[in-house]
């Protein structure tokens, strides 16, 4: 069943598949003078709830894919931090508790660069060097 639904999202999300639907539409409005008004409201309201399905499918696909190439440059950079792969499956709360963490940094960071006067990018690093060196250093 999903397969045939991933398939018709796609149909439909393309030019035939709106032609398709636009055609059926005009179908159901050109029937309206022989009083086939509830049959008309019943196709609209069924392309209607077909339209919602497709843009849904299509967003879930869409979100995903990019959910799967941040995970793999999250993955693939070094300095980046692992923890946030995954992150689109956890709860609101949890999500926003980490992206409340994540701005707290960020701020940190914009504070620290303009005290050492260089780009917030530099400051970062400058950081993540200073970290690397004393996890470094308590290892030893």
Aim: glycine fraction near 4%; include cysteine; charge should be neutral.
């Amino acid at each position: 069943m999903n397969r045939f639904l991933f398939v018709m999202a796609d149909f439909l999300s393309r030019p035939p598949g709106f032609y398709v639907l636009i055609a059926a539409m005009i179908a159901c409005t050109a029937m309206v003078p022989f009083g086939l008004t509830n049959v008309i409201t019943y196709a609209l309201s069924v392309a209607a709830i077909v339209i919602t399905g497709v843009v849904l499918i299509q967003g879930y696909r869409d979100t995903a894919a990019i959910h799967a190439k941040l995970d793999e440059i999250i993955v693939a950079l070094k300095e980046t931090r692992n923890n946030v792969v995954g992150l689109e499956h956890a709860e609101p709360e949890e999500i926003k508790a980490h992206l409340g963490r994540l701005e707290l940094e960020a701020a940190a960071a914009d504070q620290e660069a303009e005290h050492e006067g260089v780009t917030p990018a530099i400051a970062k690093r400058n950081k993540m060097r200073r970290q690397r060196s004393r996890n470094v250093e308590s290892r030893s």
